[in-house]
């Protein structure tokens, strides 16, 4: 289970990142959705601070980005 919860927090932060790039700098308004997203992801990542989870998030981040993710 901790491996998925690591992949599933990490897809999230690199979707909403992605969300954040494609609507720009208005992303920064409270108001917006890519903004909202983006900080909530970041929670997610918080939760990784279980020692099984941040582990798998530690491997998987130390991995490079493909061009498909």
Do not use: W
Not at 24 to 48: C, I, K, M, N, T
Request: positive net charge; glycine residues 6%; hydrophobic residues 50%.
């Amino acid at each position: 289970m901790p491996d998925a919860r690591a992949t599933s927090s990490l897809l999230a932060a690199r979707a909403a990142a992605r969300l954040v790039v494609h609507t720009g700098s208005r992303s920064v308004l409270a108001d917006q959705h890519a903004g909202r997203l983006y900080r909530e992801s970041g929670f997610l990542l918080v939760f990784g601070l279980r020692p099984a989870i941040k582990d798998a998030m530690l491997q998987r981040l130390a991995v490079p980005a493909t061009a498909t993710v």
